[in-house]
């Protein structure tokens, strides 16, 4: 049996040490690599726990959008998605 999360060092190129965290699914598959905003470990752990408490050790995702979503009313000015989404939902298209 595993924890439910592993936790591990990183250095920001500014040379500051950060601690980051696996998390684990039911089938106990690594997911993700998320920091913890801390840079101790107790701190990174109580963190975590804090997290799971609240069920909210693993990001949720929206949902990606599709090409065809992305590009539907593309040559419509003013219609379609991408005017309506923003740049930031716009980076995570999936194809």
């Known amino acids: 049996m ?10 920001y190129p500014n040379g500051t040490k ?4 696996y998390a ?3 089938n106990d598959v690594r997911q993700g690599q ?3 905003k801390c840079r101790s470990v107790t ?4 963190c975590c ?3 799971i408490k609240t069920d909210r050790l693993t990001p949720k995702r929206g949902k990606l959008l599709t090409f065809g979503e992305y590009a539907e ?4 000015r003013g219609c379609g998605v991408a005017w ?8 995570s298209i999936r194809i």
């Open 2 to 11: 595993r924890n439910d999360y592993t936790l591990l060092w990183r250095t």
């Open 18 to 21: 950060v601690v980051f965290y």
């Open 24 to 26: 684990y699914d039911d």
């Open 34 to 36: 998320w920091t913890a």
């Open 43 to 46: 701190a990174a752990r109580n």
């Open 49 to 51: 726990n804090r997290l």
């Open 73 to 76: 009313g593309f040559w419509e």
């Open 84 to 91: 309506k989404i923003g740049i930031s939902r716009m980076m």
